[in-house]
């Protein structure tokens, strides 16, 4: 299981997925666009571009499926019943959580996180920029949890990062192609997304 706010999906969560599903020799990998982002706090783009470009991005990964169910939750949207639902519909399946070192460092704040780590392996990735390094987490300060390290070549980039280069309307083209998919690059050109106000 991979979630995120994919505000746009960029580079770094393609090289992820690839990362996990060989690292960890995973038969599947889902990934759930987050519906009602409560931790993040601005106001996200509307779901239904974030699912088209979470499908563009990771269109022809074999094993790799995009899952609107927490899209589709009405009200807040909680991993730990995300993967209650996995649990029960593939009884048996080992469960992996898959995130980048930021989203571990803020670990226990995640709603019934103990749970979490009952119900899953956890899967890290580092990340690159100094601000969204995983400073502050230690596995060994969770004895009761299972983690599997992931090993990810630094990759700099963050949505925030293509948002902000999305907002100059001359910048759009060539300034995320580095960042983003072909295809998600053309999609938010196509639909202005992030401009400027
Ligand atoms: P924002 O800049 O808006 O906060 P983001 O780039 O962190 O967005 P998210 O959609 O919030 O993207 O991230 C989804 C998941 O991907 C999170 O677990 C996050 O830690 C991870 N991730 C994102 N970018 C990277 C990166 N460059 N390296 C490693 N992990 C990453």
């Known amino acids: 299981m991979f979630g995120g706010a994919f505000d746009p999906p960029h580079n770094a969560h393609v090289a992820l997925v690839q990362a996990a599903m060989a690292q960890l020799q995973l038969d599947e990998l889902r990934i759930f666009p987050t519906g009602h982002a409560w931790h993040k706090p601005r106001v996200l783009t509307p779901a239904q571009h974030r699912l088209a470009m979470a499908r563009l991005a990771f269109a022809g990964l074999p094993g790799v499926v995009v899952d609107d169910r927490e899209m589709l939750r009405a009200g807040p949207t909680y991993t730990i019943d995300t993967l209650r639902e996995l649990a029960r519909e593939q009884?048996?399946?080992?469960?992996?959580?898959?995130?980048?070192?930021d989203q571990a460092r803020a670990l226990p704040s995640w709603h019934r996180w103990q749970d979490l780590l009952r119900a899953a392996t956890i899967s890290i990735a580092e990340r690159q920029q100094p601000e969204r390094a995983g400073a502050g987490f230690d596995a060994k300060?969770?004895?009761?949890?299972?983690?599997?390290?992931?090993?990810l070549p630094p990759m700099?980039?963050?949505?925030?990062?293509?948002?902000?280069?999305?907002?100059?309307?001359?910048?759009?083209?060539?300034?995320?192609?580095?960042?983003?998919?072909g295809p998600v690059a053309r999609y938010i050109e196509q639909h202005h997304l992030y401009l400027a106000p």
């Open 141 to 151: 300060n969770y004895p009761q949890g299972r983690f599997a390290p992931l090993q």
């Open 156 to 181: 700099p980039v963050s949505a925030t990062q293509v948002r902000a280069l999305a907002a100059k309307p001359h910048n759009t083209a060539q300034g995320i192609a580095q960042l983003v998919p």
């Open 91 to 101: 009884p048996g399946a080992q469960l992996y959580l898959i995130m980048g070192a």
